[in-house]
């Protein structure tokens, strides 16, 4: 039973966007603040924003004015939009509840590189 799939992530230009996209299951959705993680080679795993229920939102200083966190309740569904990209942000990009985290699922590759 599949409880969080990301996807969206992709080779991107310095400067360019992605928009990353999380599918969970609704016990893990529904009434929770969710989150966005990601993971490079080397460092422990950083959260980079997360969103509450009603839409309030949450931002790491590295990716502030840049990144833009969303949700459709109705998917059970959260987003990542990420614009003005850089080398730094290139890593494994993840979802999860933020206060009962759940197995991680499999991520998805953001690279950003000329």
């Known amino acids: 039973q599949v409880q969080l799939a990301e996807s969206g992530g992709g080779l991107v230009q310095p400067g360019g966007s992605l928009r990353l996209s999380c599918a969970a299951s609704?016990?893990?959705?529904?009434?929770?603040?969710m989150a966005w993680y990601r993971q490079t080679p080397g460092k422990e795993r950083e959260r980079v924003a997360f969103?509450?229920?009603?839409?309030?939102?949450s931002y790491a200083n590295s990716v502030k004015g840049r990144f833009t966190i969303s949700r459709d309740n109705a998917k059970t569904t959260i987003y990542l939009q990420m614009n003005s990209l850089k080398p730094e942000d290139t890593g494994v990009y993840y979802c999860?509840?933020?206060?009962?985290?759940?197995?991680w699922g499999q991520g998805t590759q953001v690279t950003v590189s000329s």
């Open positions: 999860n509840n933020l206060g009962r985290p759940v197995p």
């Open positions: 609704g016990s893990i959705f529904e009434n929770q603040v």
């Open positions: 969103i509450g229920p009603s839409g309030g939102t």
